[in-house]
């Protein structure tokens, strides 16, 4: 139901995606994992147009666009399927947390206030924080902020929920309360990609995990393929780097 | 009766004469402070989406409106856009001299509001505003919920003092021979040989009310910043 055909991306002189396909089933959970640089983040960036891709195309449900020729209206068109949970939030500062998240709905969706307002406070139930609703972001601990962006991408009710290393910015112990919200997102059959380090999160969740380096596809495959039998030398190598230690010897 | 350079007393009495001018003062600040912000918001934004050659114009035009000193741009102003738009057939020659004032006073609260605004919009992490578009907003709707309410909160104590120096700057315009609270200290001076109690009158006038703008904006301040954070 989302399909990325041969998705090309340069930075001046630094080809940062080169030539990806991906395809996204409805309710997949699609963990792409890679070292800094690989164009993870890029790939994410570009299906939703916060960044333009140079060449290449992308379906959405009945939406087929080509990144380069794409128009507003297009555009406007696939973020509405779409939706972004930050690595750093990017929470509205001037608005509650029940403001950020009724946000798109009624200003870019018009949806009238009091319903908006119902799902909302629905959604912020969902992650746990419906006694939170008219605190600032100011006010609230980064993994609650965390949770607050993914009610506000739950609330939109997208094809896809796009998530961009979600837990990098949190201290350790606020990671687990996020990671368990996106479990539960997952149950839902709600159709993810994320982007992330945490691999224990993809080895219990992913339903396909896709190894990225250097701009293309590696590898991809079942987590329990991509992380215990890796065909890849490449794979390999960001595994052993990753993963802890099996035995430890002193 | 009157005698020596000083007299208290009179200037209880000059007192309401010069209030009865404040009016035009307040007209010139209120006039220039709203046209001169709106003005201000459009510079920052050429600039800060460098607009190609209008970008280019509006760096020219603030440096000189904030080099140049405000009697300058008050003569400027008034013997040179008639003489401008005499060329093109335009004759504003007769036109009233307040609006020459109120023009410049709002030329140059526009320049110097330029760069408060696009310090203020700059300073708003851009991650909000991909926030905003991958929710769905377009770019006005963005910069009218999430950029521009959190920059004013950051621009509010600059424009408060803005206000305060406009309020000063407004003391020139008698060179224009406008009569405000100023133009009539001098009007009285002319007619009566004296100047200092005018002058003290003047400013206990405009200390009063740069103190309440300093209190106005300090409590405006003060309740935004409440409701936002704790």
New interface residues.
């Given amino acids: 139901m989302i399909e990325i055909r041969d998705i090309h991306k340069t930075f001046g002189h630094n080809l940062v995606l080169k030539g990806v396909d991906l395809k996204v089933d409805k309710g997949e959970v699609v963990v792409i994992v890679g070292p800094s640089g690989s164009g993870k983040t890029t790939l994410l960036r570009c299906i939703?147009?916060?960044e333009r891709a140079d060449a290449g195309e992308i379906s959405i449900g009945d939406t087929h666009v080509a990144f380069r020729q794409a128009t507003a209206r297009q555009v406007?068109t696939i973020?509405?399927q779409?939706?972004?949970v930050?690595q750093?939030y990017?929470?509205?500062?001037?608005m509650t947390a029940l403001g950020n998240v009724m946000?798109?709905l009624v200003?870019?969706?018009k949806v009238p206030k009091k319903e908006a307002e119902a799902v909302s406070r629905a959604v912020l139930d969902q992650v746990g924080l419906a006694d939170k609703c008219d605190a600032?972001p100011?006010?609230l601990s980064g993994g609650q902020q965390q949770r607050v962006?993914i009610a506000?991408a739950l609330a939109?009710n997208p094809e896809v929920i796009l998530f961009d290393e979600p837990t990098s910015a949190l201290d350790p112990e606020l990671v687990g309360e996020v990671l368990s919200v996106m479990k539960a997102v997952a149950r839902k059959h709600i159709t993810m990609v994320v982007v992330t380090h945490e691999m224990s999160f993809a080895l219990e969740i992913a339903s396909r995990v896709i190894f990225m380096d250097g701009g293309v596809v590696v590898e991809e495959g079942a987590p329990q393929e991509i992380f215990l039998r890796p065909k890849e030398e490449r794979t390999r190598q960001f595994l052993r780097r990753i993963l802890p230690e099996t035995d430890y010897t002193i | 009766m009157l005698n020596g350079l000083f007299d208290p007393a009179t200037v209880f009495i000059y007192l309401p004469r010069l209030l009865s001018k404040l009016p035009v003062t307040l007209l010139i600040v209120v006039t220039a402070t709203l046209l001169g912000a709106a003005g201000g918001m459009l510079l920052a934004l050429v600039r800060l989406f460098r607009t190609p050659v209008l970008n280019q114009a509006a760096v020219v035009y603030i440096s000189f409106m904030r080099g140049t000193p405000i009697v300058v741009q008050l003569f400027l102003v008034f013997y040179g856009v008639p003489w401008l738009l005499d060329h093109v057939g335009i004759d504003i020659n007769r036109w009233d001299k307040l609006f020459f004032v109120i023009l410049t006073y709002t030329l140059n609260t526009a320049a110097f509001k330029a760069e408060v605004f696009r310090a203020a919009l700059q300073s708003v992490?851009s991650?909000?505003a991909?926030?905003?578009?991958?929710?769905?907003?377009?770019r006005l709707?963005c910069f009218r919920?999430?950029i521009a309410?959190?920059a004013l909160?950051i621009a509010l104590p600059s424009l408060g003092t803005g206000l305060a120096a406009l309020l000063q700057d407004t003391s020139l315009a008698y060179t224009l021979g406008i009569i405000d609270v100023m133009g009539q200290v001098h009007a009285i001076a002319s007619g009566t040989n004296r100047m200092l109690e005018g002058y003290v009158g003047a400013a206990i006038i405009f200390l009063t009310l740069s103190v309440a703008l300093e209190k106005g904006f300090g409590r405006i301040e003060a309740n935004l910043l409440i409701k936002?954070?704790?």
């Fill in positions: 939703n147009f916060l406007s973020r509405k779409t939706a972004m930050f750093n990017n929470l509205f500062n001037n946000e798109g200003t870019a969706r600032y100011s006010q962006g506000r939109l | 992490p991650g909000q991909e926030a905003a578009y991958a929710v769905g907003l377009t709707q919920r999430i309410p959190q909160l936002r954070h704790h």
